[in-house]
């Protein structure tokens, strides 16, 4: 009898390897951005001695850029850039109701806790906890905690605008249950920087 537990691989796969796909240099999916900052996360060395925290305004810094052209591909796909931001939040600390433009990202709380702020509710974000979202997702990030915070920001392809909106904007989306999307505001331009960065230039558009 005949079934798909009945199919067995006979010697040595490694051994055929036009069936392996090479390991990518960097990542490309949704699940290995995660996994980037996880391992980025769990090896404290490549962050802890670089954070600081200024009750002044936002403190902030680029772990790695990737450009797009140097982003892993095989076959059939295109390279995506990426860039890796490490942020702190000193206790009442926000980024501001925002939207990342193209980009795709994953926010990782390294340190402390932080509390995310969306047209669905609130939600607090522990040491370890991950948040995964595409373009045109609008959100709000605080600490509202009495401890400093840190988190790692991925963005994919590297971000280019911060599209800003007013809170009220989200007071509404309460009472309504939605926002319709990052437009229609004032737009921030960002050559290289973290979306919850500190304060940029704004312009209308």
């Known amino acids: 009898m005949n079934s798909d537990s009945d199919l067995q691989i006979a010697g040595d796969i490694l051994e055929v390897p036009h069936l392996l796909q090479p390991p990518r240099e960097h990542p490309a999916t949704v699940a290995e951005f995660a996994g980037l900052a996880r391992s980025i996360a769990a090896d404290r060395s490549q962050w802890e001695h670089l954070v600081r925290y200024d009750a002044t305004s936002r403190w902030y810094h680029r772990l790695r850029t990737v450009p797009q052209a140097l982003g892993s591909a095989r076959a059939g796909e295109t390279p995506i850039g990426y860039e890796v931001w490490l942020l702190s939040w000193v206790p009442g600390q926000g980024s501001g109701l925002h939207g990342h433009g193209g980009s795709s990202g994953v926010l990782t709380v390294l340190h402390g806790a932080l509390t995310e702020r969306t047209e669905r509710g609130t939600r607090a974000l522990g040491a370890g906890a ?18 400093p915070a840190v988190s790692l920001h991925i963005y994919f392809p590297g971000l280019t605008e911060m599209p800003m909106l007013p809170e009220s904007r989200l007071r509404a989306a309460g009472e309504t249950g939605d926002i319709a999307g990052a437009t229609g505001g004032a737009k921030t331009r960002v050559s290289a920087c973290a979306a919850e960065r500190g304060p940029v230039d704004t312009v209308t558009g």
């Not at 595409?134 to 509202?144: F, K, L, S, T």
């Open 130 to 147: 991950q948040r995964v979202f595409a373009p045109g997702y609008v959100h709000e990030v605080v600490n509202d905690a009495l401890e």
